[in-house]
């Protein structure tokens, strides 16, 4: 609720989405930055992440999107941290896009 309360107001939040490509074809949220990191198991997923990084620099509030919210996210977090990124900017969507139920924020 947080999330679409934000997109909806037009905050300054970036979407960081690492769902893997064709889960990203099929749904993502309308203005996430696609990575198709997931699951953030190895290094060549963590050079997807590594890819955007220049793009997360700032102060705004960077979600993680993942497709159930769990660890994938938690990797990602857990990535970024360790790359200096200021961990109270990090938030992982709860649930994932999976069960993301505002059918008229995703892309279309």
């Known amino acids: 609720d947080q999330t679409k309360a934000a997109i909806e107001n037009k905050e300054d939040i970036i979407l960081l989405d690492i769902q893997v490509e064709e889960e990203w074809d099929a749904h993502h949220i ?6 198709h990191a997931y699951p953030v198991k190895t290094p060549e997923d963590e050079a997807k992440l590594a890819a ?15 497709p159930g919210g769990a660890g994938g996210a938690t990797r990602t977090v857990d990535y970024l941290t360790a790359q200096g990124f200021a961990p109270e900017r990090l938030f992982i969507l709860e649930n994932g896009q999976s069960k993301w139920p505002y059918e008229e924020l995703l892309a279309k």
């Open 52 to 66: 955007v990084l220049p793009e997360l620099e700032g102060d705004q509030p960077i979600i993680v999107i993942c």
């Open 30 to 35: 309308e203005g996430a930055m696609p990575t």
